[in-house]
């Protein structure tokens, strides 16, 4: 087995998520006079690729250093949403059983597309990662309790809709966007949409069931939409850990590994030698037709029964 790396880049450019603390690097030694290299870093939990834990939201729950490796590595599915939502809009577990077969127990990982508009990318939008991205409503929270999924990852800002956290209240122009976005799209404004007792529920609703997740994910994950794998998150081993900075990584077998690097090798990268996916549509349409095989073999299960 080898590894596709699902982490973004981390760096003092890194977005934290709206007003948390970014990530601060100074010298503190020098190699002339002081025979070594050494570093400062500061930074708050939710900057870069990070593991959310339970005891962000859920007081009695879980630090970072409490969770197994075997609930943080484990079989899982990477499901491509990027044709289904644009900006502001909802996704629905509909839409993620359409296209990859999800088991119980399962690792989901959330292709949005957004991560291109990370800060890594050419077409880097930090206003449209963090405050545009599509989030899911309590029907996808409820549905992935009864899945009782190990955990989630999500390739943006959060896993709740950007609009259901107090980013409305910090981004006002932007609200009144999504509320006629959701008019026209829905037939129901924000507020009815997502009204005060839904508030951040992917958060509030779900560590206390153990279902946490993992946010800004990308690296290479347009290699391995719409499939399944072996998925591992690579937290600290972190006492008290509310949440943690995370290496988050996808296992194939040796011999696809060097079919996805050839494909790779063909593809626009970014500065730091990861895949620039919006610019790479031959990679979404494979893992279209995958979800295409799957719909018709579930339409072919129907039929049988």
Request: proline share 5%.
């Amino acid at each position: 087995m080898k590894p596709i790396d699902l982490t973004i880049p981390l760096g003092v450019a890194t977005p934290a998520w709206p007003t948390y603390e970014p990530l601060e690097v100074k010298y503190f030694k020098r190699l002339a006079p002081n025979g070594a290299n050494g570093q400062l870093v500061t930074h708050s939990n939710h900057v870069g690729t990070h593991l959310d834990g339970e005891i962000h939201f859920f007081t009695p729950g879980k630090d970072i250093a409490a969770l197994d490796l075997d609930f943080l590595m484990h079989e899982g599915v990477i499901v491509d949403l990027s044709d289904a939502v644009k900006d502001y809009e909802v996704y629905t577990s509909a839409m993620v059983e359409e296209r990859v077969e999800v088991r119980d127990g399962d690792i989901l990982i959330v292709h949005t597309g957004f991560h291109h508009f990370g800060w890594d990318q050419p077409v880097a939008d930090e206003v449209r990662y963090m405050v545009k991205h599509p989030g899911p409503d309590r029907e996808f929270a409820e549905w992935a309790k009864r899945r009782k999924l190990r955990w989630i990852g999500v390739d943006c800002g959060s896993a709740d809709h950007p609009m259901n956290t107090k980013i409305r209240e910090w981004m006002p122009r932007q609200a009144a966007e999504c509320d006629r976005h959701m008019t026209k799209r829905y037939g129901r404004g924000l507020g009815a949409v997502f009204p005060d007792d839904k508030y951040q529920l992917m958060h509030i609703e779900m560590f206390d069931h153990g279902i946490i997740h993992a946010e800004c994910l990308g690296g290479d994950i347009d290699l391995l939409l719409n499939r399944r794998a072996l998925i591992g998150c690579f937290p600290w081993r972190f006492v008290d850990g509310e949440s943690s900075i995370a290496r988050i990584v996808a296992f194939v077998e040796d011999g696809e590994h060097a079919a996805l690097m050839r494909r790779k090798g063909r593809c626009r990268l970014t500065r730091f030698g990861d895949i620039a996916g919006a610019l790479n549509p031959a990679l979404h349409r494979d893992g279209r037709e995958r979800a295409r095989a799957h719909a018709r073999r579930q339409a072919r299960k129907r039929v049988g029964r």
